[in-house]
T-cell receptor, first 114, second 115 residues
Framework: AQTVTQSQPEMSVQEAETVTLSCTYDTSESDYYLFWYKQPPSRQMILVIR??????QNATENRFSVNFQKAAKSFSLKISDSQLGDAAMYFC???????????FGTGTSLTVIP | GAVVSQHPSWVICKSGTSVKIECRSL??????MFWYRQFPKQSLMLMAT?????????EQGVEKDKFLINHASLTLSTLTVTSAHPEDSSFYIC???????????FGQGTRLTVV
């Protein structure tokens, strides 16, 4: 079974600064998808960014970008110019290319300090 | 993005009663729906996966007779917690995707409290 590891249970960042959340995964597949989901205090899960494994270019969405290292099976999320609204739990997730199931990491709780 | 609506947002029920949670995809056809349970400050624990018109596939350790899942249409799945007990109190989340979408879209979650 695929496993997704987030080694940072908690992180904090000063407002307007940059923070990087780590994620590693284990798979024998060559084609798959990776995601970062955000769960704010409302607990509504929101997709932040996704990456297709066959794409070498790192995905970016405004202030959010990823560093996808396929060989190292690493998928980190960089949040630039952190805002108070970025405070949330962040979950890294994996899905096989032809699979249905999503595998979630244990999450990283991000605190943004004003 | 696609919208998934989950209802109710919170429910309190008496021990021994059953409670139904609905999950609707509002603007797409959800060929697959997922039900998760989430304990405080923990990750999502997959309970079951359902494809429209088929029986749900339950994860190991999840009692299928206790957590009844129905996915009778492409826009609606329901989770019924039967004979609820206080240990069933939790946050339940549904998500859905169609066969073309890469990601899954999540409902708002339901806080179940059994007293």
């Amino acid at each position: 079974a695929q496993t997704v590891t987030q080694s940072q249970p908690e992180m904090s960042v000063q407002e307007a600064e940059t923070v990087t959340l780590s994620c590693t995964y284990d798979t024998s597949e060559s084609d798959y998808y990776l995601f970062w989901y955000k769960q704010p205090p409302s607990r509504q899960m929101i997709l932040v960014i996704r990456q297709e494994a066959y794409k070498q270019q790192n995905a970016t969405e405004n202030r959010f970008s990823v560093n996808f290292q396929k060989a190292a099976k690493s998928f980190s999320l960089k949040i630039s110019d952190s805002q108070l609204g970025d405070a949330a739990m962040y979950f890294c997730a994996y899905r096989r290319f032809l699979g249905n199931q999503f595998y979630f990491g244990t999450g990283t709780s991000l605190t943004v300090i004003p | 993005g696609a919208v998934v609506s989950q209802h109710p947002s919170w429910v309190i029920c008496k021990s021994g009663t059953s409670v139904k949670i609905e999950c609707r995809s509002l603007d797409f056809q959800a060929t697959t729906m997922f039900w998760y349970r989430q304990f405080p400050k923990q990750s999502l624990m997959l309970m079951a996966t359902s494809n429209e018109g088929s029986k749900a596939t339950y994860e190991q350790g999840v009692e299928k007779d206790k957590f009844l899942i129905n996915h009778a249409s492409l826009t609606l799945s329901t989770l019924t917690v039967t004979s609820a007990h206080p240990e069933d109190s939790s946050f339940y989340i549904c998500s859905a995707r169609d066969f073309m979408s890469t990601e899954a879209f999540f409902g708002q979650g339901t806080r179940l409290t059994v007293v």
